[in-house]
């Protein structure tokens, strides 16, 4: 999926955490930025998550385990 083509018909992103996905997947936001969470629980609920063609953005600097941080793997 091409972002920019996506956000030319849609310019709306939904900013939301892991945990309201859901909701964000019903909107009718054309993508999705995810924001505070942990990345090793991403990769879990990844499987879990159908994005119905959305497009998934990463608020890289708001993400434990991606920014410049120490998280633990294990937490």
């Not at 090793?40 to 499987?47: Q, R, V």
């Not at 890289?60 to 294990?74: H, M, Q, T, V, W």
């Amino acid at each position: 999926m091409e972002i920019q083509s996506t956000l030319q018909k849609n310019r709306i992103i939904a900013a939301t955490e892991l945990e309201n996905v859901p909701a964000a997947i019903e909107s009718k936001a054309s993508a999705i930025l995810l924001m505070h969470l942990k990345l090793n629980h991403l990769i879990e609920e990844m499987s879990n998550i159908d994005l119905k063609e959305k497009a998934l953005l990463l608020h890289a600097d708001l993400i434990k385990g991606l920014s410049n941080d120490r998280e633990p793997f294990n937490s």
